[in-house]
């Protein structure tokens, strides 16, 4: 059974960079994609960004540009590069691995972004 950890969130300023870590572990089943999920008060979880095993990404439009995530297989660890950090980017990030046996979620990684 995978475990996903995430880590890096905390309080910034709009404007300013942060990075989010996803460490993945103890995988029976090969991970096939990786996504960032975010859910802000009173919101659904969206999907911000994910990454297939190759190395293909894919982002959402409210943060092309902005966001980057990329994989490190030797640390088996997914990033979220987060740059011109917004406001409306508030939210509970959550990182979820996906194997043949479906998706295993992160505990979530709170992010504040000050005006």
């Known amino acids: 059974q995978v475990q996903v950890v995430e880590s890096g969130g905390g309080l910034a300023q709009a404007g300013a960079s942060m990075k989010l870590s996803c460490t993945q572990s103890?995988?029976?089943?090969?991970?096939?994609?990786t996504a960032w999920y975010r859910q802000a008060p009173g919101q659904q979880r969206v999907q911000v960004a994910g990454?297939?095993?190759?190395?293909?990404?894919n982002y959402a439009d409210s943060v092309k540009g902005r966001f980057t995530i990329s994989i490190d297989h030797a640390k088996n660890t997914v990033y979220l590069q987060m740059n011109n950090l917004i406001p409306t980017d508030t939210a509970v990030y959550y990182c979820?691995?996906?194997?043949?046996?479906?998706?295993?979620w992160g505990q979530g990684t709170q992010v504040t972004v000050s005006s």
């Open positions: 979820v691995a996906y194997t043949e046996r479906g998706g295993t």
């Open positions: 103890g995988a029976t089943f090969r991970i096939r994609a």
């Open positions: 990454i297939s095993a190759g190395g293909i990404p």
